[in-house]
């Protein structure tokens, strides 16, 4: 029997039970486990946690965990002031991509209303996910810890919310995707860019009737979906500035 004392840092405690937020916890193991293997217990996946100190000391996912142990975990690199100290996970992904697993649906759509690039399924499975995650380099979204549990899995998230709009406000402020901010560039539907119909097209595959009411159309480059900015992008136009506001 060995004997561990952990401390969460930061967000990391909105992944402990309240009675454990804020407060260093003893651990009881039966022998010694690797970094890695200790998060599970405590629920925390280990994309969540940037920087690992044992007794002071930065440390890797596979280091052993001894008796008597002082651990201190991290979630941004930023929480400690040591030029010194180096992160336990490579450096972030340099660009707002994302992948969402089967319980996300309804983010994913307002993600991509916003413009950012995000890959769902509501069909695919934790193995595919995480390969296309590592492909692609994308950031995976889940509410599912046992996905971000993987050893596979490089980059993720733990998504708090359980409502999507709440969790859309979550990602965009854990991630300040600002930036990469692009409304109406994507296809709610399938993730690809859209383009504006050329006047030729137009004629060719709208509706007279349609065509006479409004001006401009798009297409989905993927899947050909038409767009065309009625009285529902009024609405959606107003819960872009809303959120941006």
């Not at 996910?129 to 509410?143: G, H, N, P, V």
């Not at 901010?181 to 504006?196: K, Q």
């Amino acid at each position: 029997m060995i004997q561990v004392e952990c401390r969460c840092h930061g967000r990391l405690n909105e992944l402990l039970p309240p009675s454990q937020r804020g407060r260093a916890r003893l651990m009881r193991l039966k022998q010694a486990v690797s970094l890695q293997q200790l998060l599970i217990p405590l629920r925390i996946p280990h994309p969540e946690v940037d920087l690992a100190l044992i007794n002071g000391v930065p440390v890797a996912l596979s280091c052993q965990v001894q008796d008597g142990d002082h651990l201190h975990l991290y979630p941004d690199i930023g929480d400690i002031d040591d030029p010194a100290i180096i992160p336990l996970r490579r450096r972030p992904l340099q660009r707002a991509r994302f992948i969402l697993d089967v319980h996300l649906g309804r983010l994913a759509r307002r993600m991509r209303l916003l413009g950012l690039d995000t890959w769902y399924r509501n069909h695919m499975d934790d193995r595919p996910i995480i390969r296309l995650a590592r492909l692609q380099s994308r950031m995976i979204l889940t509410r599912d810890r046992g996905l971000l549990q993987q050893p596979d899995v490089s980059h993720g998230y733990y998504v708090r919310a359980t409502h999507p709009e709440k969790q859309l406000r979550e990602v965009l402020a854990r991630f300040e995707a600002w930036p990469w901010l692009a409304p109406f560039s994507r296809c709610t539907r399938c993730n690809s860019l859209i383009e504006r119909l050329s006047p030729e097209e137009v004629q060719r595959r709208v509706r007279p009737r349609l065509s006479r009411e409004f001006d401009t159309f798009f297409r989905c480059t993927g899947c050909d979906q038409l767009y065309w900015q009625g009285s529902h992008y009024d609405r959606l136009r107003a819960y872009v500035d809303q959120l941006r506001g």
